[in-house]
């Protein structure tokens, strides 16, 4: 059973990057022809998708965050990662790591537990 | 891309049926069978319930259901129980992914 661990700095100040991790247990994060997500919500708030990236390293982004927003994977460490710049208070939210299974129909079948950002100062 | 739209909250006595609607557009909903219903429980993560407009994974019961109509999709609940009291999200496929904006479901 695949299960999905994130970690990050928990408290970022405005306008300094944040840098998460999601660290993929009983599983290979590659080969297995899924997308890994990054997904956030808001405190009291919906879903928002941030953006995935493919095993082989390719990337599809949300338009609002493309500007600032990095998804790369480490397959030796069975990793993958978020970088977001110039953070602001309205950033602050839980941030979940999903796998993306594709085959039949896409959909996020597997969560982390998420990891709470608080961009304050 | 804007949220999809969700009633704000529902509710239903054990026992009962609840139906939730999710409407958006024909560059969402109405253009994807790409749709997949979330639930969460309060301080956890989602949890998929149903996904491809009305499949469901291995261990979610049958009393949970999908369907969609042009712009608008939905998901019944049967057969009510407690443990049903939670926050549910819609999703679709829109050329990037987007959501509901959430439905509070209260079991009376």
């Known amino acids: 059973q695949v299960q999905l661990q994130e970690s990050g700095p928990g408290l970022v100040k405005p306008s300094q990057t944040v840098s998460l991790t999601c660290t993929v247990s009983?599983?290979?994060?590659?080969?297995?022809?899924?997308?890994w997500s990054w997904i956030r919500q808001h405190p009291g708030k919906g879903l928002e998708w941030i953006g995935y990236?493919?095993?082989?390293?390719?990337?599809y982004y949300n338009p609002s965050l493309k500007s600032r927003l990095t998804i790369s994977v480490d397959t030796s460490k069975n990793q993958f990662s978020l970088t977001l710049s110039s953070v602001t208070a309205a950033e602050t939210a839980m941030y979940y790591c999903?796998?993306?299974?594709?085959?039949?129909?896409?959909?996020?079948?597997?969560w982390g537990h998420g990891t709470l950002v608080t961009v304050s100062s | 891309q804007s949220a999809l739209t969700q009633p704000r909250s529902v509710s239903g006595s054990p026992g009962q049926s609840v139906t939730i609607s999710c409407t958006g557009t024909?560059?969402?909903?109405?253009?994807?069978?790409?749709i997949s219903w979330y639930q969460q429980h309060p301080g956890k993560a989602p949890k998929l319930m149903i996904f491809?407009?009305?499949k469901r994974p291995s261990g979610v019961p049958d009393r949970f259901s999908g369907s969609k109509s042009g712009k608008t999709a939905s998901l019944t609940i049967s057969g009510l129980q407690a443990d049903d009291e939670a926050d549910y999200y819609c999703?679709?496929?829109?050329?990037?992914?987007?959501f509901g904006g959430g439905t509070k479901l209260t079991v009376l």
């Open positions: 990236i493919y095993d082989s390293g390719t990337t």
């Open positions: 999903a796998r993306v299974t594709t085959r039949g129909a896409w959909r996020f079948d597997t």
């Open positions: 024909s560059s969402d909903v109405g253009g994807y069978n790409y």
């Open positions: 009983g599983g290979a994060i590659s080969g297995g022809g899924y997308y």
């Open positions: 491809d407009v009305n």
């Open positions: 999703c679709s496929y829109a050329d990037n992914w987007v």
